[in-house]
């Protein structure tokens, strides 16, 4: 197996082209090995269905408990539909599915690239960004809740906030891999013919044009293994509250308080009934 | 130009007398075997070292590939037909002379007497940068060493340039488009028959490749219906050289018209993208119109519509222009 596509270009040197396709296989079997391995920690450590609620029951909080704004919600059906959709356009014909996927690749990546534009500023102006990103407080709970998924730590004693760890080190790491393939892919739209930029497939010299399709490549396959076990997290029953949220926009003031912490998740100014 | 360097790397070499073999072995060997018919193309590229294939499968006596026959009310060829052969068969000449003019305007007679049907369906683009075995897209790299300042272009795409700016190189596939000719495929999953239009791809599909035809699959033969027979032909292929070149520009249309009147045409442009270009807007234009000459310029004025040139093609334009003119009036109708 290698990692990179090297070619010798018409000077003699030695330029990278590309990632090697094995990655994408790679990041396929990643994403089951760990599907598989969490179903088989699932099975011998079943999780209670719904955990004890906090006792720092906060009074006031309505019986639902506004999670995600609309905004937030059509930001996220939007980015999942153009990350399927360039997933499908980007590595089908890889896989030896072959049809027009070019003109329907650009397009689903100029989706991606508003919706989080729109994102940022939505996360800016309107919601509480600390709430997601990772920070050196949130190390105690991480180690807690590894611990707890390692069978070692018995129950984690302190709830998170809005958003779990693990949550939060999704985001980061898929916001990386997003600016990766939108920065990159931004780039080589010059090389197509598009409704944004005149083709001009030498704005960059060959060996950079290896790196912008290397870094467009690494995070494309780093998608897929994410994606895979995002949506399975999403399906999985004990986990399925937070999916019908992303629906909905809300959870009830029950799972609210089973599973965050009232003094980090302080709700009384963004909740409806 | 591609270097012609050395000796043909060694390849193990397998000769079927039946097809079941020879589909046998593309299916035992899939991407590392090489399918050759004539050779004309495949020399080349053994020569200059650029395809290595580990298995080379010469077609040339399967006796089920090759001739001319009967087939419902129109024909069918087998893929190793010589070109030669199609042109001056007595039953194309008859009733579908587009197919016999545009295989009499291949290469050279002795080229038509060695190159076979299915290998100019099916053989690979000219571009020299390609050929010559520089890292292109097509060549598997992401670059397109034809499409810049600097290139020499002149016989590159006009349309459906996408990231590739090669063209397709075969004469005998806009005649069959024409003509609306359908291909056998036989592969792995037996045997499936496809319109001839559909036999072509553009990089935007897969940029390694020309046609449909997957590592495991083989063109076997070429069926065309009597649906065109002995309607009003036009071929005409420009190119630089009259004795032996490839097409600039060529353009195949057949016209059914009665009292003057266009009643059903198809009309396909090739060697000005990365497959023959049929022309469907002109010819939704031009059905039930008199072919008269204000009819055919303002035919020739769609055809380009959307034209893109590079460097040192932008000649194309015009030269398509007037082909698709020329087809109008020149038939007849």
Known sequence: MSLFQWEQNPWGQEILVRISWDLLYLSILGGALFIIGHLIYRAKNPTPASPEPSGKAAPGVPERVVRHSLAARLFHWIMAASVLVLLGTGFFPVMGIQFDWVEIHWIAGLVLVASIVFHIIHALGWMNWRDIWISGKDWAEWKAEMQHVMGKGGAIEKKPGKYPVDHRIFHSMIALAAFGVMITGLLMMVRVDNALFARNPYLLEDSSWGWVYVIHGLSAVGFVGMIMTHIYFAVLPEKRWMTISMIWGWVTKKEYLAHHDPERWVVSKETTD | ?333
């Open chain 2, 1 to 333: 130009m591609a270097v012609i360097r050395d000796t043909i790397p060694a390849f193990e070499l397998f000769q079927p007398t039946s097809l079941e073999d020879a589909l046998a072995l593309k299916r035992r060997y899939g991407k590392a075997s090489w399918a050759l018919a004539g050779g004309l193309d495949s020399l080349d590229w053994f020569k200059d070292r650029i395809k290595r294939p580990d298995v080379v499968i010469d077609l040339g006596g399967v006796p089920e590939l090759t001739g001319v026959r009967a087939s419902g009310d129109g024909i069918e060829i087998g893929a190793t037909t010589t070109l030669s052969e199609v042109a001056s068969n007595s039953d194309i000449v008859s009733r579908f002379g587009l197919l016999a003019d545009a295989a009499s305007k291949v290469a050279t007679p002795q080229i038509r007497n060695q190159g076979t049907i299915g290998g100019n369906l099916a053989q690979d683009t000219r571009c020299w940068y390609y050929r010559g075995g520089w890292p292109c897209y097509r060549a598997g790299g992401n670059i397109c060493y034809a499409d810049t300042p600097t290139s020499i272009n002149r016989e590159h795409a006009l349309f459906e340039a996408n990231r590739c700016v090669a063209v397709n190189p075969s004469d005998t596939a806009p005649a069959l488009i024409a003509l609306d000719a359908k291909f056998v495929i036989m592969g792995t999953s037996g045997e499936k028959v496809i319109d001839a239009e559909d036999f072509f791809i553009t990089p935007a599909t897969d940029i390694t490749r020309m046609t449909v035809l997957n590592p495991g699959e083989l063109l076997t033969s070429i069926r065309i219906p009597g649906t065109w027979a002995g309607a009003d032909f036009y071929f005409e292929k420009v190119r630089d050289r009259q004795s032996w070149d490839f097409a600039l520009v060529n353009i195949a249309s057949a016209i059914k018209s009665s009292g003057g009147t266009i009643e059903d045409i198809r009309m396909v442009v090739s060697a000005v993208g990365p497959r023959p270009l049929r022309l469907t807007d002109v010819e939704r234009q031009l059905k039930g119109q008199t072919a008269s000459d204000d009819v055919a310029a303002a035919a020739g004025e769609l055809a380009v519509l959307g034209a893109r040139a590079l460097q040192h093609n932008g000649y194309k334009i015009p030269l398509m222009r007037n082909l698709v003119k020329r087809a109008i009036r020149g038939t007849g109708a």
